[in-house]
Every structure is written in structure tokens, then in C-alpha cells.
């Protein structure tokens, strides 16, 4: 079982910054792929970021590439997303995920889920 919790979510202006970080409970996080998902009101929840187990790996939506940075640290079981130059369209509820497949952006084959973080940015 593993129990994940989000934080850094908020309000920000269209060009600015945010750094989501999750934490993760249990003393297995480094055997778990993980991601960062997002589902804007009315809308499906979409894949934004995914990291390997090891953080050797990791993979982006086209809609996030060259402004969004996935990292994490196993020594600390955190997951962490750095969002930058951020667009009124990244708006939306952000979550964390765990699986033990491997770095995917499908969201059925993660295991774990967070409670989600708010991010909203104003035009």
C-alpha cells in the first residue's frame, strides 16, 4: 500500500512558476514508476509527466515539453514538478501516481493515486 500526498498548488499569473512535490508513504517508493496527471473541469484526466523508477527516464506530454521538469528523490520518496512559463490552460486539478509496471502515460496501469492539488492560472 502506498499513500501519496500532493502540495504546491495555487494561484499564479499566466508566465509564472510552480513546483508540485508529493511525498509518498512506505518504504518501497524507489521500486514504483511514477506521474503527475492533471484533469481540467470537464475534461478527462490527461498524462502530464512521468519518471522511472531510478529518475533515469522520463517522459512528457507535448503540451508540457521544455516547461515542465520531473525529478524525484528516493532518498527522500518524493516526486516532485517544476512548472514553469505556466499557461492559462494548465489550469487544473494536478495528481501524483504510482505503479509498479514501469514509466507509463497510461493512467489505468498506475496503482496509487493522491488526493490532487488545485493549480490555477490567471490570464
Known amino acids: 500500500q502506498v499513500q501519496l500526498v500532493e502540495s504546491g498548488g495555487g494561484l499564479v499569473q499566466a508566465g509564472g512558476s510552480l513546483r508540485l512535490s508529493c511525498i509518498a508513504s512506505?518504504?518501497?517508493?524507489?521500486?514504483?514508476?511514477m506521474g503527475w496527471f492533471r484533469q481540467a473541469p470537464g475534461k478527462e484526466r490527461e498524462f502530464v509527466s512521468g519518471?522511472?523508477?531510478?529518475?533515469?527516464?522520463?517522459a512528457y506530454a507535448d503540451s508540457v515539453k521544455g516547461r515542465f521538469t520531473i525529478s524525484r528523490d528516493n532518498a527522500k520518496n518524493t516526486v516532485s514538478l517544476q512548472m514553469n512559463s505556466l499557461k492559462p490552460e494548465d489550469t487544473a486539478v494536478y495528481y501524483c501516481?504510482?505503479?509498479?509496471?514501469?514509466?507509463?502515460?497510461?493512467?489505468?496501469?498506475?496503482?496509487?493515486w493522491g488526493q490532487g492539488t488545485q493549480v490555477t492560472v490567471s490570464s
Open positions: 519518471i522511472s523508477r531510478s529518475g533515469i527516464n522520463t
Open positions: 512506505g518504504r518501497t517508493f524507489s521500486s514504483y514508476s
Open positions: 501516481a504510482a505503479n509498479r509496471l514501469g514509466l507509463t502515460l497510461t493512467s489505468s496501469a498506475y496503482d496509487y
